[in-house]
């Protein structure tokens, strides 16, 4: 008799454990409890806990004046999530993530689309913004909610040490970094200082991102669109040669101490150099300014447009866009919450910072917001003007990723081996695009 | 699923046990119990997500709008992209030059620090350290001494020689060379690990038996130790030629497959394929292709490993 209890009470056992596995994997894949509730809306955000405290707050306010609740979910690696519940056909009913995305959830059906004229309060928003979210089809798919554009971030004592100006264009750009590696502007007598700090890798795209700002202000486009949906890819223009032999002329192959030592491997979380206090310049998003006040300090440096190139000024400008995901059938919740996220007590609500957590809301996209003014900050004026004077998104129509990363590997491929032609790589470069786009049904 | 993993065992019990069963079928049922929940864990997060890999690089994946079949499409897109070509060839060099380092180091290692006194024990763990930490920080520690000025630590060295600062991962020549020494290290004290419970198994009185011969030192390894730690040089072997090939981490975090691609591996690129341009079919055929050859290569090892036992 004992034996037998013996024998059965790890069987039991194993049975119980066999049981809770098969429930935990049946369960992970199917969506919230509360996901039927029409008075309740599923949103995603990608963020970090720090950012998902700003967004609580939001949505917070939001249940409290229309009695619609919010099952809230910040989610770091979004898009593979995204992914695996797609795969269950059942979305989140809301989604706050980069404009860049747009035209790769768009093509996989994920999004439904919007009429502006349906957001309460939509005619606030600025058609430049609007214009951001039309889809390869001609109509909306998503409602601005956030936006920045580049600005230069320049260390005023080092400047002011060396007697120098805020540098305008692209020359006075180069022999204020020149200055900046030779005439040891920290004083320490050690040749330890440096240029500009560029994130030059192609891991996820930096290279086309943080050179797009260069491109913009010498006249290049990466594709070009027909105006009837169709693109032609536009990297062997004589302005993108140029540019990029420009760049990599004066910057990447150029003096030592330019860019940052490494420049060419870095990404963003390795390209400190800045904060760090041992570089002088570095084009940026203003999402930075927070942490450089608390690592390099305010008084140092100063956030200034980015110097101008033969073409002009314009900056990179991006941001984030609130998606609804397709087929959930709450379209009046949806939109309810899209119009407070727009209107100016949510945009505010966003882009204050309490307890020290980082707004979620940079630009405002409603115009009647004033950056400078709802942070007290002056410098959130520059990057306002950048945004709303001098600023280009990337093309978020098509499927965006492919053609960010080709062009990331192209770049840091030319960045690399100085002895290179750019013209013939730029070529390849275009025959790749023209693929990418062809992948797409997309090309002209 | 939970019912039928013990299922076949049980009906196995019952046909040939005839009369007796109940007794029997118990003592088939349990080793299966026992078994169940490695299997289940295996099933549910290791074949699983296998099956479905390669059920998912027959297709265009879209997870909401429906896959789309498109045969061996992503192979040959996978097979005929120059980008991953040219990743097999740093693998291979990665992966070989890895190994063979590692092997060879962690043997020194092993010869070195083989034995019982207390120092060697403690020397033993701080060897062993790189091994238990994680790649990532690894991969950040070495960042900084690769750092690519003479405040770097390693070419804080090579300036006190004299010797100018070398650009360890931003020379496209170098970069891969820099990571394999990386890898080295860490890789080395696991297959010290191994080789020393191999030394352990050596026989003592051959070792006597050839000092009283008068062989040399290199005699001595040759025709006695490296023979008796063969087992454990096949193990170390193998793994070391399943973690070259698919070496990641290492690779990644380093130099992110840059500069100009120079380091990109199989599965970096695999990598940006599946996450960064949102083609899972493709990642996942590429991942397939590499799961063919480790497969191969396992099976090869084995069948000489067994070829060599016989004779």
């Known amino acids: ?444 | 699923m939970t019912a039928t993993v013990p299922a076949p065992a049980a009906r196995r019990g019952l046909d040939k046990r005839g009369p007796h069963k109940r007794a029997f079928d118990k003592k088939a049922v349990v080793p299966w119990l026992f078994l169940a929940p490695g299997l289940l864990l295996a099933l549910v997060f290791k074949f699983w997500p296998m099956a479905k890999g390669i059920w998912l690089s027959f297709f265009d994946v879209r997870p909401f709008l429906g896959d789309r079949w498109v045969g061996l499409d992503n192979y040959t897109r996978v097979l005929t992209d120059h980008r991953f070509q040219d990743a097999i060839g740093h693998t291979l060099i990665l992966g070989i030059g890895q190994s063979v380092g590692a092997i060879l180091l962690g043997f020194a290692l092993a010869l070195l620090l083989e034995g019982q006194a207390r120092s060697l024990k403690i020397l033993r763990t701080a060897v062993f350290l790189p091994a238990v930490t994680a790649t990532a920080v690894v991969g950040e520690l070495w960042r900084l001494m690769y750092y690519p000025t003479s405040d770097g630590l390693l070419n804080s060295g090579l300036h006190l020689l004299g010797l100018g600062p070398v650009q360890f991962l931003d020379n496209p020549n170098i970069a891969l060379y820099s990571t394999m020494v990386m890898g080295i290290w860490i890789w080395a004290p696991y297959n010290m690990v191994i080789l020393l419970a191999g030394l352990a198994g050596v026989d003592r009185s051959l070792y006597e038996a050839a000092a009283m011969d008068g062989v040399s030192l290199w005699q001595r390894l040759r025709y006695i130790t490296i023979p008796a730690i063969r087992p454990a040089l096949v193990i170390v072997l193998t793994l070391a030629t399943i973690r070259g090939l698919r070496v990641f981490t290492e690779v990644y975090v380093l130099t992110g497959g840059g500069p100009a691609g120079s380091t990109d591996v199989w599965i970096t690129r695999a990598y940006t394929l599946g996450f960064t341009r949102n083609d899972i079919g493709g990642a996942s055929a590429a991942s397939v292709v590499l799961l063919c050859v480790t497969l191969l290569l396992t099976v090869t090892i084995n069948y000489l490993r067994k070829r060599g036992d016989a004779r």
């Open chain 1, 1 to 444: 008799m004992r034996d037998h209890r013996r024998r059965r009470r790890p069987a039991a056992l194993l049975v119980a454990t066999a049981l809770a596995f098969g429930t935990a994997a049946c369960g992970s894949g199917s969506g919230s409890a509360s996901s039927d509730d029409p008075n309740t809306l599923e949103v995603w955000t990608r963020s970090d806990p720090d950012s998902a405290a700003t967004y609580d707050r939001v949505f917070a306010a939001f249940t409290k004046k229309t009695g619609i609740k919010i099952d809230y979910q910040p989610v770091i690696n979004f898009d593979q999530q995204l992914q695996s519940r797609a795969s269950t056909k059942d979305l989140p009913d809301v989604m706050i993530n980069d404009t860049a995305l747009m035209g790769s959830y768009q093509s996989q059906g994920l999004l439904k689309p919007i009429d502006p004229a349906s957001i309460t309060g939509g005619d606030q928003i600025t058609d430049k913004s609007w214009s951001s979210t039309v889809g390869i089809d001609g109509k909306h798919y998503g409602v601005p909610y956030s936006r920045q554009a580049m600005t230069l971030m320049i260390r005023t004592d080092w400047l002011k040490k060396l007697g120098l100006e805020v540098p305008t264009t692209w020359q006075e750009m180069l022999s204020v970094a020149k200055a900046f590696a030779t005439e040891d502007p920290d004083g320490d007598g050690k040749a330890d200082t440096y240029g500009i700090v560029a994130p030059g890798s192609a891991q996820n795209g930096y290279a086309a991102w943080w050179s797009s700002s260069f491109l913009w202000q010498g006249g290049a486009k990466l594709i070009e669109p027909d105006g009837k949906g169709r693109y032609t890819p536009a990297m062997d223009s004589a302005a993108a040669v140029n540019t990029v032999t420009w760049m990599k002329d004066n910057l990447f192959c150029g003096e030592k101490g330019v860019l940052q030592p490494g420049a060419i491997t870095a990404v963003t979380s390795t390209a400190t150099n800045f904060q760090d206090g041992n570089a002088g310049m570095y084009m940026t998003g203003p999402y930075n300014i927070t942490t450089f006040d608390g690592t390099l300090g305010k008084d140092k440096y100063e956030v200034v447009p980015a110097p101008a190139g033969p073409a002009g000024g314009d900056v990179l400008a991006e941001g984030e866009n609130v998606y609804l995901g397709a087929r959930t059938g709450k379209d009046k919740q949806e939109r309810a919450l899209a119009a407070f996220l727009v209107s100016p007590e949510g945009q505010k609500i966003a882009m204050t910072s309490v307890d020290g957590h980082q707004p979620v809301v940079r630009i405002p996209v409603n115009s009647t917001l004033d950056a400078a003014k709802v942070r007290d900050d002056a410098r959130w004026g520059v990057v306002q003007k950048a945004y709303e004077d001098a600023s280009q998104q990337f093309p978020n129509a098509p499927s965006f990723a492919p053609i960010k990363q080709d062009t990331a590997d192209a770049l840091n491929s030319i960045f690399t081996y100085c002895g290179g032609d750019v013209r013939s790589q730029l070529g390849e470069l275009n025959d790749t695009l023209a693929g990418d786009l062809k992948d797409q049904d997309l090309l002209k």
